[in-house]
């Protein structure tokens, strides 16, 4: 990965103007950074900081679209952290934005140029007909505000374009393994911090003064009804304990298909993929997130059966397969163990909340209640209001609206319900919901394509994990809540990794081409693999 002050010192040697004008700023930079300094003002210091780096950022993601991606991520993944220390800032929550829209200028200026490769998406007419719903909501009579309406399109769509840098960006299999180590030494930073501040509680990685519109989201903590143990849900660098968990399932599904695709294909990578995949493991125990406890063990056992079934059985490889399942049992085993024996207080209290809560026998068992009966009720409930034949306007019950009630003194909406399905009908009335359907399945058949044709490869693991990732969120989760959906770490992933699985298939090509070519080098290296196509 290329250093920012590279890249810029490389076009300052072309362009002398530029050079000086990156010297003025710096010095600009660094009369305000003194200035606060000796006025002791830290919270100033941090602003100034910041800014730099942002403009480094830019300049660098201007040189490079690929670069410019993974400081988009690392971003997008640390911009809470900032955002609670500096008061909540808006500031700070809206530059992700532009780092996306800097990522995006610089994508379509190498599209110009020819020198990235584009698709057609097998799904593009019923999503762009979502899109086109979600416009023409923003004009909806209903809506007190037209803000709403701007800030509808940004949580729906904004990051869709990242299908295509995705597409894109997967060139070689190198790429790929870049792709995944950076993704997973960031989840391992972001992980270690969730597990130490699962054990301390709230005062660890949180400002001694919480902003009011946070506060509630960065302190929570549960009782279990019987015992009364008291668990602390963590948050991380996120400003709220449901967005880190929610990151906690993505990864574990990442880091679980990864490992499959390293140990059919490269051994470099695989103890750190065994780590990370066991301190995600103790991270997601901790939690204190019923709901990503379930779904990440049913997601595993749905991953085992799926590479069992996805093994290159012609290849003799499924023994491989079954090692990797073993090392990942083994690392969740050896996970809990050393929580066990070293935090044993910390475990317990999450294991007994689970266990009084979630066991059909148990007498305060929410099981029933918290998967079926409140998101079916939440469901209904958005027929009892008046216009659910053609919605209240797109952003009016989505996050964020709380601020542009305050920010623009706009009116707050009247209406909400705790259901993701719910939500669509009230923003965008039945048809909303009808096109959503139409398109979460348009992606997930043609997804699914994508993870038959490389059925039997070492690409197999990824492309499913992509698959469950998609269906996930764009169902069960959206079902139970909008809140995951409208996640902009769960947006940008979705789509970012959707473009990834439609890639897969002609890196995977390739790799055969390559293999065919060198037919006597591969039967003497009995390590070698040739993926088989269908």
Same mark, same amino acid.
């Given at each position: 990965?290329?250093?920012?002050?590279?890249?810029?010192?490389?076009?300052?040697?072309?362009?002398?103007?530029?050079?000086?004008?990156?010297?003025?700023?710096?010095?600009?930079?660094?009369?305000?950074?003194?200035?606060?300094?000796?006025?002791?003002?830290?919270?100033?210091l941090?602003?100034?900081?910041?800014?730099?780096?942002?403009?480094?950022?830019?300049?660098?993601?201007?040189?490079?679209?690929?670069?410019?991606?993974?400081?988009?991520?690392?971003?997008?993944?640390?911009?809470d952290?900032?955002?609670?220390?500096?008061?909540?800032?808006?500031?700070?929550?809206?530059?992700?934005?532009?780092?996306?829209?800097?990522?995006?200028?610089?994508?379509?200026?190498?599209?110009?140029?020819? $020198?990235?490769?584009? =698709?057609?998406?097998?799904?593009? &007419?019923?999503?762009?007909?979502? +899109?086109? %719903? @979600?416009?023409? #909501?923003?004009?909806?009579?209903?809506?007190?505000?037209?803000?709403?309406?701007?800030?509808?399109?940004?949580?729906?769509?904004?990051?869709?374009?990242?299908?295509?840098?995705?597409?894109?960006?997967?060139?070689?299999?190198? $790429?790929?393994?870049? =792709?995944?180590?950076?993704?997973? &030494?960031?989840?391992l930073?972001? +992980?270690? %911090? @969730?597990?130490? #501040?699962?054990?301390?509680?709230?005062?660890?990685?949180?400002?001694?003064?919480?902003?009011?519109?946070?506060?509630?989201?960065?302190?929570?903590?549960?009782?279990?009804?019987?015992?009364?143990?008291?668990?602390?849900?963590?948050?991380?660098v996120?400003?709220?304990?449901g967005?880190?968990?929610?990151?906690?399932?993505?990864?574990? %599904?990442?880091?679980?298909?990864?490992?499959?695709?390293?140990?059919?294909?490269?051994?470099?990578?695989?103890?750190?993929a065994?780590?990370?995949?066991?301190?995600?493991?103790?991270?997601?125990?901790?939690?204190?997130?019923r709901?990503?406890?379930?779904?990440?063990?049913?997601s595993?056992?749905?991953?085992?059966?799926?590479?069992?079934?996805?093994?290159?059985?012609?290849?003799?490889?499924?023994?491989?397969?079954?090692?990797?399942?073993?090392?990942?049992?083994l690392?969740?085993?050896?996970?809990v163990?050393?929580?066990?024996?070293?935090?044993?207080?910390?475990?317990?209290?999450?294991?007994?909340f689970?266990?009084?809560?979630?066991t059909?026998?148990?007498?305060?068992?929410?099981?029933?209640?918290?998967?079926?009966?409140?998101?079916?009720?939440?469901?209904?409930?958005?027929?009892?209001?008046?216009?659910?034949?053609?919605?209240?306007?797109?952003?009016?019950?989505?996050?964020?609206?709380?601020?542009?009630?305050?920010?623009?003194?706009?009116?707050?909406?009247?209406?909400?319900v705790?259901?993701?399905?719910?939500?669509?009908?009230?923003?965008?009335?039945?048809?909303?919901?009808?096109?959503?359907?139409?398109?979460?399945?348009?992606?997930?058949?043609?997804?699914?394509?994508?993870?038959?044709?490389?059925?039997?490869?070492?690409?197999?693991?990824?492309?499913?994990?992509?698959?469950?990732?998609?269906?996930?969120?764009?169902?069960?989760?959206?079902?139970?809540?909008?809140?995951?959906?409208?996640?902009?770490?769960?947006?940008?992933?979705?789509?970012?990794?959707?473009?990834?699985?439609?890639?897969?298939?002609?890196?995977?090509?390739?790799?055969?081409?390559?293999?065919?070519?060198?037919?006597?080098?591969?039967?003497?290296?009995?390590?070698?693999?040739?993926?088989?196509?269908?």
């Amino acid at each position: 990965m290329r250093f920012p002050v590279l890249a810029l010192s490389g076009s300052s040697r072309r362009n002398p103007l530029l050079a000086f004008g990156f010297l003025v700023f710096f010095a600009i930079v660094a009369y305000k950074a003194a200035s606060y300094v000796i006025a002791d003002d830290m919270t100033g210091l941090a602003y100034v900081t910041l800014a730099f780096v942002g403009c480094s950022f830019v300049v660098a993601m201007l040189s490079d679209w690929r670069n410019g991606l993974y400081f988009f991520l690392a971003w997008l993944l640390f911009e809470d952290l900032f955002r609670k220390f500096l008061g909540n800032n808006m500031a700070i929550y809206f530059a992700k934005d532009v780092l996306a829209a800097v990522v995006y200028l610089s994508f379509f200026v190498a599209y110009q140029r020819k $020198e990235v490769t584009s =698709f057609r998406p097998p799904f593009l &007419v019923p999503l762009l007909l979502f +899109v086109w %719903l @979600g416009v023409m #909501q923003v004009f909806n009579p209903a809506s007190t505000t037209f803000i709403y309406g701007l800030l509808g399109l940004k949580i729906y769509f904004y990051y869709i374009p990242f299908l295509f840098v995705g597409y894109a960006f997967l060139n070689s299999e190198a $790429e790929l393994r870049r =792709f995944f180590f950076v993704n997973m &030494v960031l989840a391992l930073i972001i +992980v270690s %911090l @969730g597990i130490v #501040q699962s054990i301390l509680g709230h005062t660890f990685l949180n400002p001694a003064v919480i902003a009011e519109d946070i506060r509630e989201l960065s302190t929570l903590y549960r009782a279990a009804p019987i015992s009364g143990a008291i668990s602390y849900r963590p948050t991380s660098v996120f400003v709220s304990t449901g967005r880190f968990a929610n990151f906690l399932l993505v990864i574990w %599904l990442l880091v679980f298909g990864f490992s499959g695709y390293l140990l059919l294909r490269h051994k470099r990578g695989r103890a750190l993929a065994f780590l990370v995949f066991g301190l995600t493991a103790a991270a997601i125990a901790l939690c204190s997130s019923r709901g990503i406890v379930l779904w990440s063990i049913g997601s595993a056992l749905v991953g085992v059966v799926a590479f069992v079934w996805g093994a290159p059985w012609r290849q003799r490889e499924v023994m491989r397969v079954l090692r990797n399942v073993q090392r990942a049992a083994l690392g969740v085993g050896l996970a809990v163990v050393i929580l066990l024996a070293t935090y044993p207080e910390a475990l317990l209290s999450r294991v007994a909340f689970y266990t009084e809560t979630l066991t059909p026998g148990s007498s305060s068992s929410e099981l029933q209640h918290r998967t079926w009966d409140y998101p079916v009720r939440n469901f209904l409930a958005a027929f009892s209001y008046e216009r659910w034949p053609y919605g209240y306007g797109i952003g009016t019950l989505s996050l964020g609206t709380q601020y542009v009630a305050r920010i623009f003194h706009a009116k707050p909406p009247t209406v909400g319900v705790e259901s993701g399905f719910g939500v669509l009908i009230l923003e965008m009335g039945v048809m909303g919901l009808a096109i959503w359907f139409v398109m979460s399945f348009a992606i997930i058949v043609s997804a699914w394509r994508v993870v038959k044709v490389l059925r039997g490869s070492p690409w197999f693991p990824l492309a499913f994990v992509i698959f469950w990732y998609a269906g996930l969120l764009l169902f069960p989760l959206t079902f139970n809540g909008m809140q995951p959906y409208q996640d902009f770490v769960l947006n940008a992933y979705l789509w970012l990794l959707l473009g990834i699985l439609f890639r897969l298939p002609s890196l995977a090509l390739s790799a055969q081409y390559a293999a065919a070519s060198q037919i006597p080098a591969v039967s003497q290296n009995s390590a070698a693999y040739a993926p088989r196509m269908r």
